[in-house]
């Protein structure tokens, strides 16, 4: 029973990154026929993030009353009926209202399915996890460019899309008499009442572990926007060489969590993490060191296998550094986090890189780096 639950699990992990990049993947065909100006995609990415947000900071309560199972059934099948939803839009004003259960559906489940997997299992599978994460966000772009190649519309891609989603709600619904004969949990104790958030906050190492988050999800998510335009505006390197190394960045992290599941059998999770950012420190100073692209370029996917520990191993410690009873409230909070940094940080540097210019990148990395490490340590500190 327990095997099968992961099983389902996995899939799950899956499902949460299918829909992730379809918005960007799908947008260049899109704002053509929605005739509407490109940059209107960040209008409908803001919303998303903002039901995510308040999804997640509400999370500690739907998991209380509902059940880790039911309520990540309940959020994929509300994903599920955003991207049908998409699959049937033809207007802006269509897509932004069937924005807001897309970002609601995937905040909860995102919380929920953390922290279970946070007290249940062994920190090598939040790893793998968070790698078949990777490979939904990778199925995902490829399934909608199939539909384009094949003479459909991004509709099309959307609905093939919903139809996996829709599977998988019926495939969690029949797997909810598995959540309740649930494994023992391995770090103790029983749930408390539902925090609110300002007493998630007053919690030692709450504010730094928040923060930390915010800058890790900041980081990888400007190297993810940004790399194309730095590689070619600051380094020389043609257009099609640097979107390959682009997707490099995101292989890197895929990989390498897929490594790190492996190490997380001899090595900690602070340990784990703290590698993680020495090697981001390295990507960056290839980057900027003198030593020709070929430096560059590996500096990227460097930066990639240094992400690839940092975010599973600290919501797999959040248990240990909070306590049972509270890592369904912190986990909410740490999401939510997450998403303020992903969604507020890549447009500030790109502000700042229109003032001051692209080659501001590896500082703007860096400090970012600087501040979670200081951060981090003050969590170790603070929860000792």
Same mark, same amino acid.
């Given at each position: 029973m327990?095997? %099968?639950? %992961?099983?389902?699990?996995?899939?799950?992990?899956?499902?949460? !990154?299918?829909?992730?990049?379809?918005?960007?993947?799908?947008?260049?065909?899109?704002y053509?026929?929605?005739?509407?100006?490109?940059?209107?995609?960040?209008i409908?990415?803001?919303?998303?993030?903002?039901g995510?947000?308040?999804?997640?900071?509400?999370s500690?309560?739907?998991?209380?009353?509902? !059940?880790?199972?039911?309520?990540?059934?309940l959020?994929?099948?509300m994903?599920?009926?955003a991207?049908?939803?998409?699959?049937k839009?033809?207007?802006?004003?269509?897509?932004?209202?069937?924005?807001v259960?897309? !970002?609601?559906?995937?905040?909860?489940?995102?919380?929920?399915?953390?922290?279970?997997?946070?007290l249940?299992?062994?920190?090598?599978?939040?790893?793998?996890l968070?790698?078949?994460?990777?490979?939904?966000?990778?199925?995902?772009?490829?399934?909608l460019?199939?539909?384009?190649a094949?003479? #459909?519309s991004?509709?099309?891609?959307?609905?093939?899309?919903?139809?996996?989603?829709?599977?998988?709600t019926?495939?969690?619904?029949?797997s909810?008499?598995?959540?309740?004969?649930?494994?023992?949990?391995?770090?103790?104790?029983?749930?408390?009442?539902?925090?609110?958030l300002?007493?998630?906050?007053?919690?030692?190492?709450?504010?730094?572990?928040?923060?930390?988050?915010?800058?890790y999800?900041?980081?990888?998510?400007?190297?993810?926007l940004?790399?194309?335009?730095?590689?070619?505006?600051?380094?020389?390197?043609?257009?099609?060489?640097?979107?390959?190394f682009?997707?490099?960045?995101?292989?890197?992290?895929?990989?390498?969590?897929?490594v790190?599941?492996?190490?997380?059998m001899?090595?900690?999770?602070?340990?784990?993490?703290?590698?993680?950012?020495?090697?981001?420190a390295?990507g960056?100073? %290839?980057?900027? %060191?003198?030593?020709?692209?070929?430096?560059?370029?590996? #500096?990227?996917?460097?930066?990639?296998?240094?992400?690839?520990?940092?975010?599973?191993?600290?919501?797999?410690?959040?248990?240990?550094?909070?306590g049972?009873?509270?890592?369904?409230?912190?986990i909410?909070?740490?999401?939510?986090?997450?998403?303020v940094?992903?969604?507020?940080m890549?447009?500030?540097? #790109?502000?700042?890189?229109?003032?001051? !210019?692209?080659?501001?990148?590896?500082?703007?990395?860096?400090?970012l780096?600087?501040v979670?490490?200081?951060?981090?340590?003050?969590?170790?500190?603070?929860?000792?």
């Amino acid at each position: 029973m327990v095997s %099968l639950l %992961l099983a389902v699990i996995y899939l799950a992990f899956i499902s949460l !990154g299918l829909p992730d990049p379809l918005l960007g993947a799908a947008w260049p065909t899109m704002y053509k026929e929605l005739d509407v100006p490109l940059s209107y995609s960040g209008i409908i990415f803001m919303m998303i993030a903002a039901g995510t947000v308040v999804s997640s900071l509400q999370s500690d309560r739907l998991t209380s009353r509902l !059940g880790t199972g039911l309520v990540t059934a309940l959020s994929v099948m509300m994903t599920a009926a955003a991207l049908f939803g998409f699959s049937k839009s033809h207007s802006f004003t269509a897509l932004c209202l069937w924005a807001v259960p897309y !970002g609601l559906g995937a905040g909860s489940v995102d919380a929920a399915l953390n922290n279970y997997v946070a007290l249940h299992y062994a920190s090598r599978h939040m790893s793998w996890l968070h790698c078949m994460w990777g490979v939904g966000t990778t199925i995902g772009p490829y399934i909608l460019g199939s539909a384009l190649a094949g003479g #459909g519309s991004w509709n099309d891609g959307y609905k093939r899309i919903f139809f996996l989603q829709a599977g998988l709600t019926a495939i969690l619904l029949l797997s909810l008499p598995l959540w309740q004969k649930r494994p023992e949990t391995q770090k103790g104790g029983e749930p408390d009442k539902p925090l609110s958030l300002r007493e998630v906050i007053s919690l030692p190492g709450a504010g730094e572990v928040m923060l930390s988050f915010f800058c890790y999800c900041a980081l990888e998510q400007t190297m993810g926007l940004w790399t194309s335009s730095y590689l070619v505006k600051i380094k020389g390197i043609d257009n099609v060489t640097a979107a390959k190394f682009a997707g490099l960045f995101y292989i890197g992290i895929t990989a390498g969590r897929a490594v790190n599941g492996f190490a997380t059998m001899k090595l900690s999770d602070k340990t784990l993490i703290r590698a993680g950012q020495a090697i981001i420190a390295l990507g960056i100073l %290839l980057m900027v %060191l003198p030593l020709g692209s070929v430096a560059a370029l590996a #500096g990227f996917v460097t930066v990639g296998v240094g992400c690839a520990p940092i975010y599973p191993c600290i919501i797999h410690s959040t248990p240990v550094h909070f306590g049972a009873g509270r890592s369904q409230a912190v986990i909410g909070v740490q999401m939510a986090s997450a998403y303020v940094g992903t969604t507020v940080m890549p447009p500030l540097f #790109g502000l700042l890189s229109q003032g001051l !210019g692209l080659w501001i990148m590896p500082l703007f990395l860096a400090v970012l780096l600087l501040v979670m490490w200081l951060s981090y340590e003050r969590v170790l500190i603070k929860t000792k």
